[in-house]
């Protein structure tokens, strides 16, 4: 059917297209040392040359039901790498006559059932295209009755034009003509449908009758039409990606089908490879581990990064903390290298204690300092801020031992020995700056009764 059936492999080869032109990512199964290292080396053997086919022939499995490549190892330089992938005709294998679910090699030792594939040898992707067996599962089940009645279709059409695209030749004679006359006025006009030239007496005529009316065209173009309807819901979930749409907005709704359909292709077939080649590439090369890294198809999302990056001023103007690698990540910067010249960031780097622009507005004349009743709120607003972090290392201590205490007795008891182990270090540190711009402001005073 990809062969002869030109929409069927125009549809078709769009949805293996879009999975195939995804990248992989792999993600480590740890932060480890160890497991970075194995998801580096997993991360090569994905981006190898050998990989770029690989995609395209295990989504062969939409149409078929299941694929099955062959993996050709390399360990001439002390590791295992995968030199190519071979994919394999599915006349190769069968399905186990029990389950009808175990693909297994075609092998004279066993005709009827076939032999187990061996490990670590084969990539094999069965996509859930819909329940039930995986040989009644391809799209090609769907798509082979629309090419069966498109092709008595375009026969028909075929015939039709043929005999009436053609305008009819009608040769007239005259009453006293001869058989030699008749004979000759035949051969003009079959003449005609090749040479388009003829020669005959003056006293005979052919006439051209058009027995066209465009009727019976517009019947079997719309019947093929049809079938090629068929064919894209079948294989894209849809029609307007693949034919004549009506709007915009039912356009954006079918190619929303389409991303769905991609999105599911991407999961089945990252499954696959992390089963037969991430955790085959892994064994060999490191032994067997308690975890795996996982290597995913990465399907891109449309974000309006207009809109994203208001709500994200507005979060943030709300006092919403927001990490800057999420951020990064979300619009799809990389972080500055060390040295690197950067553009944005905060209008004012601010002091280990902030407040610079309230200390800038007091160093001025009388005229232009700040009220010392907006430079007290500004300081109580810095040093209230982020208490949680200078406060933990002296009240969990404390609310660990409540846990712990079996009465107020006890409590009281152990209170001695919890001392050293509290770390006030960045509550005194944070008091004593702020002692310190309390006295910059002019806002503090010696005058204590002791």
């Not at 490549?69 to 006559?97: G, K, N, V």
């Not at 915009?248 to 089908?257: I, K, L, T, W």
Request: glycine share 8%.
């Amino acid at each position: 059917m990809e062969e002869a059936e030109w929409h069927y492999r125009s549809v078709i080869s769009t949805r293996k297209s879009a999975v195939a032109g995804l990248d992989w990512q792999v993600a480590a199964a740890s932060d480890g040392a160890r497991d970075q290292e194995i998801a580096g080396f997993v991360r090569e053997a994905l981006a190898a040359q050998p990989m770029l086919g690989l995609v395209e022939d295990l989504m062969d499995a939409l149409g078929k039901g299941f694929a099955a490549a062959e993996i050709i190892w390399d360990f001439s330089e002390r590791q295992w790498m995968p030199a190519r992938y071979e994919w394999r005709d599915p006349r190769w294998f069968r399905f186990d006559r029990e389950s009808g679910r175990e693909l297994r090699l075609r092998d004279r030792a066993d005709p009827a059932n076939g032999i187990p594939l061996h490990p670590f040898k084969w990539i094999v992707h069965v996509p859930k295209l819909k329940s039930g067996l995986p040989v009644r599962g391809g799209l090609a089940m769907l798509g082979v009755r629309s090419y069966l009645f498109k092709s008595y279709t375009l026969k028909d059409w075929l015939a039709f034009m043929e005999v009436f695209g053609m305008p009819l030749r009608v040769g007239k004679y005259g009453p006293g003509a001869t058989r030699e006359d008749r004979r000759t006025l035949i051969n003009a006009v079959a003449n005609l449908g090749t040479d388009a030239a003829a020669v005959i007496p003056d006293s005979m005529k052919i006439e051209f009758v058009s027995a066209f009316s465009g009727t019976g065209v517009e019947g079997f173009q719309r019947l093929a039409e049809f079938f090629d309807a068929q064919t894209s819901k079948a294989v894209l979930g849809q029609t307007m990606t693949a034919d004549d749409g009506s709007s915009r907005a039912q356009a954006q709704v079918h190619d929303g089908v389409r991303v769905v359909l991609v999105r599911s292709d991407a999961k089945y077939l990252s499954a696959a490879i992390n089963r037969d080649l991430v955790r085959p590439l892994v064994d060999l090369n490191f032994g067997p581990q308690a975890a795996y890294p996982q290597a995913i198809l990465q399907v891109p999302e449309a974000h309006d990064l207009t809109a994203e990056a208001q709500n994200l001023k507005t979060i943030a103007d709300l006092g919403v903390h927001v990490a800057e690698s999420v951020v990064r990540d979300r619009f799809g910067w990389p972080d500055p290298a060390d040295g690197e010249t950067v553009i944005g960031g905060r209008p004012e780097p601010s002091s280990p204690f902030g407040l610079n622009r309230q200390l800038a507005m007091n160093t001025g004349s009388p005229e232009e300092a700040a009220p010392a009743a907006d430079l007290r709120d500004a300081l109580a607003a810095e040093e209230s801020s982020d208490w949680e972090p200078q406060l933990s290392p002296v009240i969990d201590p404390l609310l660990k031992l409540a846990g712990e205490a079996s009465s107020l007795e006890d409590f009281m008891g152990r209170l001695a020995d919890l001392y050293p182990r509290m770390k006030p270090d960045e509550l005194v540190r944070r008091l004593a700056a702020a002692g310190f711009m309390a006295r910059g402001t002019g806002d503090a005073t010696d005058d204590l009764d002791v």
